[in-house]
């Protein structure tokens, strides 16, 4: 069974750093890997998607990379700011086809402070 | 307007009444997906359904039904709420003709059941 781990649980950083957000997924054998925004009382906003024949995605200063063999996905954020505070999830989809039972890790709560 | 919406936003109910969370989405996509937020336990997969015709159990079926009414509606129901299927419920859709197995999101239906 499919297990999705993220780390850290919780991130607090000030303003202007640059952060890495970290997943990790026990089957290699996905299809692809998305990463989503949650703001409270908000649904899923969807940031990068990376394909699992690529090794990144990048979305203005948001990069995702993707290392299946060792089953890890980092986020990064570049110079971050408050409106940066937010859960981020990643999900894997490993059903080998391209619907959408995604597994999910439990989320990173950023916070980003001025 | 959102493209995927969904009804009641906020519901509290007593055990064993019957609830129906509903979903609507503009976007032409043929597949839809009802998912269930606890803390710390991430999002779980209930029940998809890949067009009119078609539904399938996810990983947490147990306690839940759902009705696909037309491409647009996906209505998800708890014949006899209990109080742990208070969660955060959302519906969800992908098109597998564009970006292969991307996920788009509604903004969430919280169910309090006392």
């Known amino acids: 069974k499919q297990e999705v781990t993220q780390i850290p649980a919780a991130l607090s950083v000030p303003e202007g750093e640059n952060l890495v957000l970290n997943c990790s997924f026990t089957?290699?054998?996905?299809?692809?890997l998305q990463w989503f925004r949650q703001d409270p009382g908000k649904g899923l906003t969807s940031l990068l998607l990376?394909?699992?024949?690529?090794r990144e995605q990048t979305s203005g200063r948001l990069n995702a990379s993707l290392d299946k063999s060792s089953g890890r996905s980092t986020l990064y954020i570049a110079a971050s700011q408050p409106g940066d505070s937010a859960t981020y999830l990643c999900?894997?989809?490993?059903?080998?086809?391209?619907?959408?039972?995604?597994?999910f890790g439990q989320g990173t709560i950023l916070t980003v402070h001025p | 307007d959102a493209d995927v919406t969904q009804t009641p936003r906020n519901r509290i109910t007593k055990t064993g009444k019957r609830i129906m969370l509903e979903c609507s989405q503009t976007k032409g996509h043929d597949r839809m997906y009802w998912y269930r937020q606890d803390p710390g336990l991430g999002l779980r997969l209930i029940y998809y359904?890949?067009?009119?015709?078609?539904?399938n159990k996810g990983e947490i079926s147990d306690g839940y039904s759902v009705s696909r009414q037309a491409q647009a509606k996906f209505s998800l129901s708890l014949e006899s709420a209990i109080p742990n299927q208070t969660a955060l419920y959302f519906c969800a859709t992908s098109d597998p003709g564009q970006v292969h197995g991307e996920l788009f999101f509604g903004e969430g239906s919280r169910l309090t059941v006392l």
């Open positions: 999900a894997v989809n490993a059903g080998g086809t391209s619907y959408g039972k995604l597994t």
């Open positions: 089957d290699s054998a996905i299809y692809n």
């Open positions: 990376i394909q699992s024949s690529q």
């Open positions: 359904s890949f067009d009119v015709k078609d539904i």
